[in-house]
């Protein structure tokens, strides 16, 4: 829920980002599409056409969205553009289902298993500590469930990635297969209400499928993105306002949660918690994704075509593979920042599901206490976007990026000293609202970076290749604290670890050398002669 951010401090990132503000020319212009040859004369392209580049630019025609479009002083949000409502509906569906999960459903299920294992859920009368539990439930310490489910999601949706852009790119069925993965998102979805001390182990293995789907109806719709409008600024401006939607739906939606169980007074129920998260999300994502897919978002032809040779399921391994080797033999900068992206993604990544772990396993939060530290970590992204646009005009964006991994390294390695028991809710939030600093920090960084040390006119592919960067790697920090938590080594030092992680994105990082002399070597030195580089946002 899985990562975008803008590049530029602003304060106006609310509905103004969504439509223009003033008219004249130039808000004309921006609000302006050109139209596609696809779009022109769908019946004209073929199936091996490559994706062709505008023909004639043409104003969005209002007078053909649907009823339900919403508007902010009677002109429509994103200008018209109804596949790019479409793409933010999408983002906000499946953001608050992920949240529900993380925040919720899975605190609940760490609870149940230590229920079943025979362990200890709260502390004994007379102590604030909880008994360590020894107890073990299908063969494993209850503690590493979620960190055993954060595996077995990596490793597939890492295997899953190159498969679905084969999907995209060699077949006209993109709108298909994202209508099918939003039913079956919300079909999965729906079970997980009824979670009880007698099936949660089932409950645990339809959330895997959930993750998978999830999974790949993003790489679906991320195809959509740089479709959305040919022109840069337009397209910075949806993504800055994709952003807001997508944390702002989670901000929200977990402290609407919250209020209502503290409100109703069943805060520490975590069950009742878990159905009232996973009823409103289920609620929320099933309207947000119908509108997304069956109203919004249209369909694509083919981007190329299936040599003969080739099989639609080999089709999307091999391309990655070959274009890894050209990586590593011919492009050294991109190779350093793929390589940093591997490792500090696989820490961020991971970060999450073991913090869960600890808090509620060592820590003893409840659902409620949880979602307050997740929400405290998903509003620090915000001042770290801004720290990161106030930190890449100063220094470069390279420099801006090993600062915000050494915040991140510093308060994992904090939190692993600072946070030994219960009664540490205080200590958590603040160590949460850094996290949340850093990661924001340094995923706006990143993206600022892979797009300007991607070649010139190698951006789509390339820009795949970032992605399955982000994702390789983000089995193995749960492996190793699993191993660890199996093994019977304190949890701290199991997430002082990831420390690890981050310290080798660091190395990687400086081995990119000059900044100036990366974007030149990417054909890109025009645009920091112009001085234009850190003015264009990045999500």
Same mark, same amino acid.
């Given at each position: 829920?899985?990562?975008?951010?803008?590049?530029?401090?602003?304060?106006?990132?609310?509905?103004?980002?969504?439509?223009?503000?003033?008219?004249? #020319?130039?808000?004309? %212009?921006?609000?302006?599409?050109?139209?596609?040859?696809?779009?022109?004369? !769908?019946?004209?392209?073929?199936?091996?056409?490559?994706?062709?580049?505008?023909?004639?630019?043409?104003?969005?025609?209002?007078?053909?969205?649907?009823?339900?479009?919403?508007?902010?002083?009677?002109?429509?949000?994103?200008?018209?553009?109804?596949?790019?409502?479409?793409?933010?509906?999408?983002?906000?569906?499946?953001?608050?289902?992920?949240?529900?999960?993380?925040?919720?459903?899975?605190?609940?299920?760490?609870?149940?298993?230590?229920?079943?294992?025979?362990?200890?859920?709260?502390? #004994?009368?007379?102590?604030?500590?909880?008994?360590?539990?020894?107890?073990? +439930?299908?063969?494993?310490?209850?503690?590493?469930?979620?960190?055993?489910?954060?595996?077995?999601?990596?490793?597939?949706?890492?295997?899953?990635?190159?498969?679905?852009?084969?999907?995209?790119?060699?077949?006209?069925?993109?709108?298909?297969?994202?209508?099918?993965?939003?039913?079956?998102?919300?079909?999965?979805?729906?079970?997980?209400?009824?979670?009880?001390?007698?099936?949660?182990?089932?409950?645990?293995?339809?959330?895997?499928?959930?993750?998978?789907?999830?999974?790949?109806?993003?790489?679906?719709?991320?195809?959509?993105?740089?479709?959305?409008?040919?022109?840069?600024?337009?397209?910075?401006?949806?993504? !800055?306002?994709?952003?807001?939607?997508?944390?702002?739906?989670?901000?929200?939606?977990?402290?609407?949660?919250?209020?209502?169980?503290?409100?109703?007074?069943?805060?520490?129920?975590?069950?009742?918690?878990?159905?009232?998260?996973?009823?409103?999300?289920? @609620?929320?994502?099933?309207?947000?994704?119908?509108?997304?897919?069956?109203?919004?978002?249209?369909?694509?032809?083919?981007? !190329?075509?299936?040599?003969?040779?080739?099989?639609?399921?080999?089709?999307?391994?091999?391309?990655?593979?070959?274009?890894?080797?050209?990586?590593?033999?011919?492009?050294?900068?991109?190779?350093?920042?793929?390589?940093? +992206?591997?490792?500090?993604?696989?820490?961020?990544?991971?970060?999450?599901?073991?913090?869960?772990?600890?808090?509620?396993?060592?820590?003893?939060?409840?659902?409620?206490?949880?979602?307050?530290?997740?929400?405290?970590?998903?509003?620090?992204?915000?001042?770290?976007?801004?720290?990161?646009?106030?930190?890449?005009?100063?220094?470069?964006?390279?420099?801006?990026?090993?600062?915000?991994?050494?915040?991140?390294?510093?308060?994992?390695?904090?939190?692993?000293?600072?946070?030994?028991?219960?009664?540490? %809710?205080?200590?958590?939030? @603040?160590?949460?609202?850094?996290?949340?600093?850093?990661?924001?920090?340094?995923?706006?960084?990143?993206?600022?970076?892979?797009? @300007?040390?991607?070649?010139?006119?190698?951006?789509?592919?390339?820009?795949? @290749?970032?992605?399955?960067?982000?994702?390789?790697?983000?089995?193995?920090?749960?492996?190793?604290?699993?191993?660890?938590?199996?093994?019977?080594?304190?949890?701290?030092? /199991?997430? /002082?670890?990831?420390?690890?992680?981050?310290?080798?994105?660091?190395?990687?990082?400086?081995?990119?050398?000059?900044?100036?002399?990366?974007?030149?070597?990417?054909?890109?030195?025009?645009?920091?002669?112009?001085?234009?580089?850190?003015?264009?946002?990045?999500?």
């Amino acid at each position: 829920m899985k990562q975008q951010h803008e590049h530029e401090a602003r304060s106006d990132l609310g509905a103004a980002d969504l439509i223009d503000e003033h008219e004249g #020319p130039r808000e004309q %212009q921006a609000c302006s599409r050109k139209i596609h040859a696809s779009e022109k004369n !769908r019946t004209d392209r073929t199936a091996d056409a490559q994706p062709t580049t505008s023909l004639e630019t043409e104003p969005f025609d209002t007078s053909q969205l649907p009823r339900f479009y919403p508007r902010w002083r009677g002109k429509p949000w994103f200008c018209g553009n109804a596949e790019a409502l479409g793409w933010a509906l999408d983002a906000i569906g499946r953001a608050v289902a992920f949240i529900s999960a993380g925040a919720f459903l899975s605190t609940a299920m760490l609870r149940l298993a230590k229920t079943d294992a025979g362990c200890a859920v709260d502390p #004994p009368d007379g102590s604030d500590e909880i008994p360590e539990c020894y107890g073990r +439930v299908y063969g494993i310490r209850p503690s590493s469930l979620l960190t055993i489910y954060t595996m077995v999601v990596g490793v597939s949706s890492s295997a899953l990635m190159p498969f679905m852009g084969a999907i995209v790119d060699y077949t006209p069925h993109r709108l298909l297969f994202g209508r099918w993965l939003s039913i079956m998102f919300c079909l999965l979805l729906l079970p997980l209400v009824f979670l009880s001390q007698n099936n949660w182990f089932y409950m645990a293995n339809v959330l895997v499928i959930l993750a998978l789907v999830g999974w790949a109806q993003t790489m679906v719709t991320y195809a959509y993105l740089p479709e959305l409008t040919d022109q840069e600024e337009r397209l910075s401006t949806f993504t !800055r306002s994709f952003t807001v939607a997508s944390f702002g739906s989670m901000v929200l939606f977990l402290a609407s949660i919250v209020s209502i169980a503290t409100l109703g007074g069943f805060s520490n129920n975590e069950l009742a918690v878990a159905r009232v998260g996973l009823s409103t999300a289920f @609620v929320l994502s099933s309207l947000t994704l119908y509108l997304a897919w069956f109203r919004l978002l249209q369909s694509r032809p083919s981007a !190329r075509s299936l040599p003969p040779e080739k099989s639609i399921w080999t089709a999307g391994f091999i391309q990655v593979y070959r274009t890894s080797i050209h990586i590593c033999k011919s492009l050294p900068t991109l190779k350093y920042f793929y390589l940093s +992206v591997a490792f500090v993604d696989a820490g961020v990544n991971s970060l999450a599901t073991i913090a869960l772990t600890y808090v509620t396993d060592t820590l003893d939060f409840n659902t409620t206490e949880s979602g307050f530290a997740i929400l405290a970590m998903l509003l620090g992204t915000v001042p770290g976007a801004y720290l990161a646009g106030v930190t890449m005009k100063r220094l470069d964006p390279i420099r801006s990026s090993i600062l915000a991994t050494i915040l991140i390294t510093i308060n994992t390695i904090l939190a692993a000293i600072v946070l030994k028991g219960p009664g540490q %809710q205080v200590e958590t939030g @603040v160590l949460a609202v850094v996290w949340g600093t850093a990661t924001g920090w340094k995923w706006t960084t990143d993206r600022i970076l892979a797009s @300007v040390l991607i070649p010139t006119g190698q951006d789509a592919e390339l820009m795949g @290749v970032y992605l399955f960067s982000g994702q390789i790697l983000t089995w193995l920090p749960p492996l190793i604290f699993t191993a660890l938590n199996e093994a019977g080594i304190s949890q701290r030092i /199991g997430i /002082g670890t990831l420390a690890i992680w981050f310290l080798a994105g660091i190395v990687f990082l400086i081995c990119i050398g000059s900044y100036q002399d990366a974007v030149v070597k990417a054909g890109r030195g025009h645009l920091l002669a112009n001085g234009m580089l850190i003015t264009t946002s990045a999500t």
